[in-house]
C-alpha cells in the first residue's frame, strides 16, 4: 500500500512539473501527462508494481470523463444544432472515418481495428478547440458555433460508437449486435422514466448541502456505470448517461463545477497509464504510418471540413477557420483505443501509432492555430473554389448597391433598437449578421442584410465599407473590432464607428484606436436604472408603467426570435 503511495505521488509530482511547461508553451495538459507516463517507462521505473490499481483509477477517471461529457451535452442544444451542423458533422465523420478504414487496410490492421483508427482519425479535440476558442474571444464567432456544432455531434458518434463496439467484445458477431440495440433502447427507456419522474425532485432535496450534492452526483455516476456493466455494456456508457440524464436539470452546473476537480486528478491518471503502456521499441516501424495518418487529420480533414461548409453556403474564412481548429485527433480517440485495447480489438503497436498521431497533430495543429489569420490570407485565394458560385457571385452583385449607408454589425439583443432608430429615421443601412435565423427575420421585414462574420475582410469589402458613412458594431470582440478599426483607418479614414466592448480596459483600447464611441452594455444598463429610479422616486408606483412596458417589448422580441 505504501508503495502505491509513493508511486502515485511521484507521477503527480512528475506530471506537475511537465503540466506546468506544457503550459508555457500554450499546449494541453493531456499531453503533459502522456509524456509522464513515457518518462517513467524510459528511466525504467517500477511504477507498475500494483498496476491493477492505476488501472482502476484511470477506469474512473473515464467514467467521470464522460459524466461530465453527458452532463454538458444538453438536449436543447442537441436538437439545436441544425441541419448544417448535422450534415457538415455528418458528412466529416463519414468521410474521415472510410479514408482511415482505407489506410488501416493499407498498414495491415485487421477489418475491426481499421474502423477504430477510422474513427479515432475522424473526432477533434472538444476540450482543447473549446479552450482556444475562449482564449481569443472566438466561441461566438460564426466559425467558433460551427465548430462547437461539429464537435457536439462527433461527441454522440464516440458514444454511439463506444456502444456499438462494445457488443463485439472480443468475439461478438451480427446477433449480439441486435441484442446490444435493443437491450441499448430498453435500458435508455428506463433512463427516461428516471431521469422524468425521479431525478429533478431527489437532487433538489440534495441541493440543500453542496456536499451532498456532490456525494450524490458520484453515487448516482457509479450507480448507472455499475448498472451498465451488468447490462453487458461499459462502464464509461453508463457513466455518460449517468451525466446526460442530468443534462436538463438547473443543477447541472453546479454539479459539473464541484465533478470537475475530481475528474481531472483521475484522468490524469489515465493518459499517465496510457504513457507507461505505449510501446515505442519499434518505432521506426510506426514512422510512416504516424506520418501518413497524420497528413490525414492536418491536411485532408480540414479539406474535407472547408468542402462541407461551403456546401451549406457558408464563406471560405468560415470554412477554413472551421477546418483548421479541427485539425487534430481527440482525448475521445485515445478513450476509444484503449477500450479497443481492452477487449483485444487493438494491439500495443496500434495504440501506440494512434497516441503518436495525437501527440503530433495537437502540438502541430496549436501552432498552426496560433497563425490562423496570416494562413488564411495566404490561402484564402486558393480556397475560393469550396464556396458555393451562389456566394461567389454575391460579391459582384451586392457591393455597388450601398452608398452614404450605416452598416450595422449583429441585430440581436442591441442591434434590434438600431433597426428600429434607422428604418423610423430613413437612414440608409445594411445589417452583417452570421445567425440564420435573425436573417431570416430579416429578410421577412424586407430589411437589406447579409449573412457573414464581421472577421472577414471579403464580407466588408461587400458592404461597401468605402462609402459608408457609419459602421456599429454590437459585437463585443475585441479582436475583431480592432481588426475592423484597422481596415476602416485604411480604406475609410472618416468613417464613424461605434463599437461594443464587454470590459472597461477594452473600450480603453478601442477608443487608443480611433473608435469615436463604445458601448458597454452593463455600465448603459446601470445609467438607464438609475434614470429610471430619479425619475419615479416620488412616486415609485409609476414603476409598474415602465414595467408593463418593458414587458410588451419583450414579448415583441419574443415573438420575432429574439431570445437574447
Not at 202 to 218: A, P, T
Not at 534 to 539: A, F, P, S, Y
Request: charge should be neutral; include cysteine; glycine fraction near 8%.
Amino acid at each position: 500500500m505504501q508503495s502505491v503511495f509513493f508511486e502515485i505521488g511521484f507521477i503527480v509530482v512528475l506530471a506537475t512539473f511537465l503540466g506546468a511547461i506544457s503550459r508555457r508553451f500554450r499546449q494541453p495538459l493531456f499531453l503533459a501527462y502522456l509524456a509522464t507516463g513515457m518518462i517513467v517507462k524510459a528511466l525504467g521505473l517500477n511504477v507498475l508494481s500494483d498496476g491493477e490499481t492505476l488501472s482502476i483509477l484511470a477506469e474512473f477517471g473515464i467514467a467521470f470523463l464522460l459524466f461530465i461529457v453527458g452532463l454538458e451535452l444538453n438536449p436543447k442544444e442537441i436538437k439545436e444544432m441544425g441541419k448544417p451542423a448535422l450534415i457538415i458533422g455528418g458528412g466529416e465523420v463519414l468521410a474521415v472515418t472510410v479514408l482511415g478504414i482505407i489506410l488501416g487496410r493499407f498498414l495491415g490492421f485487421s477489418p475491426t481495428a481499421a474502423v477504430y483508427l477510422g474513427l479515432a482519425l475522424s473526432f477533434s479535440s472538444t476540450i482543447i478547440v473549446v479552450k482556444l476558442l475562449s482564449e481569443k474571444g472566438e466561441i461566438n464567432a460564426l466559425y467558433g458555433r460551427i465548430s462547437v456544432g461539429i464537435l457536439l455531434f462527433q461527441d454522440l458518434v464516440a458514444i454511439v460508437a463506444l456502444i456499438l463496439l462494445s457488443s463485439f467484445g472480443s468475439g461478438g458477431n451480427i446477433i449480439r449486435l441486435v441484442l446490444t440495440i435493443i437491450k441499448t433502447l430498453v435500458f435508455l427507456l428506463i433512463l427516461r422514466l428516471v431521469a422524468r419522474d425521479f431525478l429533478p425532485a431527489f437532487f433538489k432535496r440534495l441541493s440543500v448541502d453542496g456536499e451532498l450534492l456532490f456525494v450524490g452526483s458520484i453515487a448516482w455516476c457509479l450507480v448507472l456505470a455499475g448498472a451498465a456493466k451488468l447490462m453487458g455494456f461499459s462502464l464509461e456508457i453508463g457513466a455518460f448517461l449517468g451525466g446526460l440524464t442530468l443534462a436538463a436539470t438547473s443543477f447541472r452546473f453546479q454539479i459539473g463545477a464541484k465533478i470537475k476537480p475530481l475528474r481531472n486528478f483521475f484522468i490524469l491518471i489515465f493518459f499517465v497509464v496510457l504513457g507507461l503502456e505505449a510501446n515505442f521499441a519499434h518505432l521506426s516501424q510506426l514512422l510512416l504510418p504516424t506520418a501518413l495518418c497524420v497528413l490525414v487529420v492536418l491536411i485532408l480533414k480540414p479539406i474535407i471540413i472547408m468542402a462541407l461548409i461551403g456546401s451549406q453556403g457558408y464563406r471560405k474564412r468560415s470554412g477554413f477557420l472551421a477546418g483548421l481548429y479541427l485539425s487534430q485527433i481527440s482525448e475521445f480517440s485515445l478513450v476509444l483505443v484503449a477500450w479497443g485495447a481492452s477487449v483485444g480489438h487493438l494491439n500495443k503497436d496500434q495504440v501506440s501509432l494512434i497516441t503518436l498521431v495525437a501527440i503530433l497533430s495537437i502540438t502541430i495543429s496549436s501552432l498552426f492555430i496560433s497563425k490562423d489569420r496570416k494562413l488564411y490570407e495566404k490561402l484564402r485565394h486558393p480556397l475560393s473554389f469550396l464556396e458555393r458560385e451562389k456566394v461567389r457571385k454575391e460579391r459582384i452583385k451586392v457591393s455597388p448597391e450601398y452608398i452614404d449607408h450605416v452598416i450595422l454589425i449583429g441585430c440581436h439583443r442591441m442591434g434590434i433598437d438600431f433597426w428600429h432608430a434607422l428604418k423610423e429615421n430613413n437612414i440608409p443601412f445594411v445589417v452583417l449578421d452570421f445567425d440564420p435565423k435573425i436573417i431570416k427575420n430579416l429578410e421577412k421585414e424586407d430589411v437589406p442584410c447579409i449573412f457573414g462574420d464581421m472577421g472577414d475582410p471579403e464580407i466588408l469589402e461587400l458592404l461597401n465599407l468605402a462609402k459608408a458613412k457609419m459602421v456599429i458594431s454590437t459585437v463585443a470582440d475585441l479582436h475583431d473590432n480592432l481588426e475592423l478599426l484597422e481596415i476602416v483607418g485604411k480604406i475609410n479614414p472618416g468613417l464613424v464607428t461605434i463599437l461594443t466592448a464587454s470590459q472597461i480596459s477594452e473600450a480603453l483600447k478601442l477608443y487608443q484606436q480611433g473608435a469615436n464611441y463604445v458601448i458597454l452594455p452593463h455600465l448603459l444598463g446601470g445609467h438607464i436604472v438609475a434614470d429610471l429610479l430619479e425619475k419615479h422616486w416620488q412616486d415609485l408606483g409609476k414603476l409598474n408603467e415602465s414595467r408593463a412596458a418593458h414587458i410588451k417589448e419583450l414579448l415583441e422580441r419574443k415573438e420575432l426570435g429574439y431570445e437574447g
